[in-house]
């Protein structure tokens, strides 16, 4: 404290008023802070979201086995994959899936189960916000440590694959994309536990879906055609199939930027799903001392 | 010997009553089931669409495979899981207290003291698939192979329980390992295919560091005439080293356990 100050106390002034920001840069504002908050956290639990990564490897180097052993059978191809770029789908595979963690469902069961809802209505935010944001800020680490991961895939499977500097392009922003309609999608689902608070059959059934219908499971080339067509008329292809051959899968320019808008449509759907379902959902909810 | 027995069948009733009150868990693990099966099945058709064999297994071999698989996913699911489950949590809660202070042995306590009897439909499940995919394999299955398939399926049993038991046991040191379980449930996926299929590097760690390959692999090559002696042989062999192994390692884990007044 300087002398000055402790001879002659300033009048106390006035609280700074707030400081006023566009409410489009205010929400900026708050996914930057989520997203570190979510950086900070994720970093101390390295091991743990390490362990939780290679369990998820596990999935797609099944699946690249598995079809690897029926090229192999087949003369070297099925429907036009080889060993080599069955190697290349499914370790992009890996990072689109990363990409592709977002709050579950069985988050927002919980959440709402045990009334943990009540502080996050009283913040001036739709709640998915705050889960966007601190989602998105987990990705940079998660990314960081799939590096290490990809490389070790690539040099055991050998991937063979070409890729052209406008698939890399569509490829960042359809990641974006495939992440927003998962997130906006589970959210919608996870909203369901307003009215019961079982959503664990729903999301498995979902996922079961998803796992047939995107391209997670096998590249969609390989289902049956009328497969392909119900597929087309759902969002799960574009948050698997769609990236992943985006990269690898030598994609016509038409296919790119038609797929993108497909992303876009779907990121329309969901945030109004999302907000629609939310505006009917939010009336039943009630806590005891959340 | 026949003290943990009786401690085992105890526990287990406690359990089931406990359990039987939640009856719409039945319903959901049904469903839950009857997805995964599905979802199975969808697969094995997929491919049999593409290959008639895959390495060497047919159709109704693989199906037998994926039996097994959902078998032994019932066992660990209802019977081994839920207690490592919460042997985990107490550790790191100080609630292990609790178990310390009966007069048993503390790892047969720890060991059975929760069970989710509803998790046991995957093991009907997987026994009427299994009955099916045998009734389509070519050779019909003697009596031998019966009993082989019988002993590979505890033995396999008993040294998954010894792989949880292990992990588990390093809760004493680790205290955030909730993602064990994940891990776990990934890397299980794998043994749904022979694990031959697999290179090398992958099927050595499979049967050795995570025993998924005896688990699974192996009764399926009993039903499936594809077992030697040898194997089963190195299967009893390979169990008595890991039970043996756990136990002592869980004891190491004890000296370390220390309860912060919970």
Redesign the interface.
């Known amino acids: 404290m300087s002398a000055s100050a402790a001879h002659a106390p300033v009048p106390a002034s006035p609280p700074a008023p707030p400081r006023l920001v566009s409410p489009l840069r205010g929400l900026f504002d708050v996914y930057v802070a989520e997203a570190r908050i979510a950086i900070a956290e994720q970093i101390q639990y390295r091991a743990a979201n390490y362990m939780y990564m290679l369990g998820m490897v596990a999935e797609p180097v099944i699946y690249l086995v598995v079809w690897s052993t029926v090229a192999a059978q087949q003369g070297g191809s099925v429907a036009g994959f080889t060993a080599g770029s069955f190697a290349a789908y499914y370790i992009v595979w890996t990072l689109v899936r990363n990409i592709n963690i977002v709050f579950t469902p069985y988050g927002w069961e919980n959440r709402i189960r045990e009334g943990r809802l009540s502080a996050q209505l009283l913040h001036p935010l739709f709640p998915i916000v705050e889960d966007l944001g601190f989602f998105l800020g987990w990705k940079p680490v998660v990314v960081v440590l799939w590096l290490p991961i990809a490389a070790f895939l690539s040099l055991v499977f050998q991937p063979v694959f070409t890729v052209t500097p406008l698939g890399v392009v569509v490829f960042a922003f359809s990641l974006l994309g495939a992440y927003l309609i998962r997130s906006l999608n589970q959210s919608s689902l996870g909203l369901i536990t307003f009215w019961t608070t079982r959503v664990g059959p729903i999301f498995q059934l979902y996922i079961a879906a998803e796992l047939l219908l995107s391209g997670r499971l096998v590249p969609m080339a390989l289902m049956p055609q009328w497969v392909q067509n119900v597929a087309n008329f759902l969002p799960f292809q574009w948050t698997f199939g769609f990236p992943i051959e985006a990269l690898v899968g030598n994609l016509s320019t038409e296919q790119l930027l038609g797929g993108l808008a497909m992303q876009l449509f779907w990121i329309v759907f969901g945030s109004i799903l999302v907000r629609v379902v939310w505006h009917f959902a939010i009336r039943r909810y009630s806590a005891v001392a959340g | 010997m026949l003290r943990p027995l009786r401690l085992t069948w105890l526990f287990f009733r406690i359990g089931a009553l406990n359990d039987l009150q939640y009856r719409?868990n039945f319903w959901?693990q049904i469903?839950?089931s009857a997805?995964q099966l599905?979802?199975g099945l969808?697969?094995l058709g997929?491919?049999f669409?593409?290959?008639p064999?895959?390495?060497g297994w047919t159709q109704p071999e693989l199906l037998a495979v994926m039996a097994v698989h959902i078998l032994m996913g019932g066992v660990i699911g209802a019977l081994i899981q839920p207690s490592m489950d919460r042997l985990r949590q107490d550790i790191r809660e100080g609630t292990f207290d609790f178990v310390l202070t009966k007069p048993e042995d503390v790892q047969v306590v720890s060991s059975i003291r929760e069970i989710r009897i509803w998790q046991a439909v995957d093991v009907v499940v997987g026994l009427v698939v299994l009955g099916f995919a045998v009734s389509q394999l070519e050779r019909a299955l003697g009596p031998l192979e019966a009993l082989a398939f019988a002993i590979a399926l505890v033995l396999g049993g008993l040294m998954i329980y010894s792989f949880w038991l292990i992990v588990t046991t390093v809760a004493f040191w680790?205290v955030?390992?909730?993602?064990?379980a994940?891990?776990?449930?990934?890397?299980y996926?794998?043994g749904?295919?022979p694990v031959t299929?697999?290179?090398e590097w992958?099927r050595t760690s499979l049967t050795f560091l995570i025993p998924i390959a005896f688990a699974v692999t192996v009764p399926a090559q009993a039903l499936t005439g594809r077992l030697t002696l040898d194997t089963l042989a190195l299967a009893g062999g390979f169990a008595i080293v890991v039970l043996v192994l756990s136990r002592a390692f869980f004891r190491i884990g004890l000296r370390r356990y220390s309860g912060a007044s919970s």
């Not at chain 2, 955030?176 to 064990?180: G, K, S, V, W």
């Open positions: 719409a959901l469903l839950q997805i599905g979802t969808a697969v997929l491919i669409s593409q290959t064999a895959l390495n680790i955030r390992i909730d993602e064990i994940e891990l776990f449930q990934g890397l996926q794998s749904r295919w299929i697999y290179p992958l």
